[in-house]
């Protein structure tokens, strides 16, 4: 599977940012460990991470035309009030995860409303980097899924 892993404002810099709540692992060793994740499943990831919403909507554009099989987002505080990732995320055919590090429903009212997960076929939060791994295994068995009932 060939699968788009985007990470939205501020991840850059976890492991600095609130480490008891995003835990001590920085960005680079995170992203290095969904990579190993990923190649170890056969898949093909590419990994980007942005502090601008309309760069994050390009990219979702741009998996779509580039044929990606799977997106995996994280969209940091865009979670809660980014409409547009949300119109980008519903308006291309490629199936969706979102995650978090934290257990956003465990924390402030506000980051309990998620208005992208609308649009993802799942959510995964409180897990920490673990999630992104979980959200590989998610993607690969929804195309297993997608798959088998195609053959049908």
């Not at 850059?12 to 994740?37: C, D, H, Q, W």
């Not at 992104?132 to 798959?147: E, F, G, Q, S």
Request: with cysteine.
């Amino acid at each position: 599977m060939k699968i788009m892993l985007l990470n939205g404002p501020n991840l850059n810099m976890t492991g600095t940012r609130e480490p008891g709540i995003y835990g001590k692992s920085g960005f680079e060793e995170i992203v290095e460990g969904v990579k190993l994740a990923a190649t170890k499943r056969g898949h093909e990831i590419t990994c980007l991470q942005s502090n601008s919403e309309g760069q994050l909507i390009d990219w979702i554009q741009r998996a779509y035309f580039e044929h990606f099989d799977g997106i995996i987002v994280n969209p940091g505080a865009l979670t809660h009030t980014s409409y547009a990732l949300m119109d980008a995320l519903s308006s291309v055919p490629v199936p969706a995860v979102e995650v978090h590090l934290s257990n956003i429903h465990a924390r402030d009212e506000f980051r309990r409303k998620s208005v992208t997960a609308a649009a993802c076929v799942g959510q995964i939060s409180g897990f920490g980097p673990l999630g992104y791994v979980l959200a590989l295994d998610a993607l690969n068995a929804l195309k297993t899924v997608k798959t088998r009932d195609n053959d049908h």
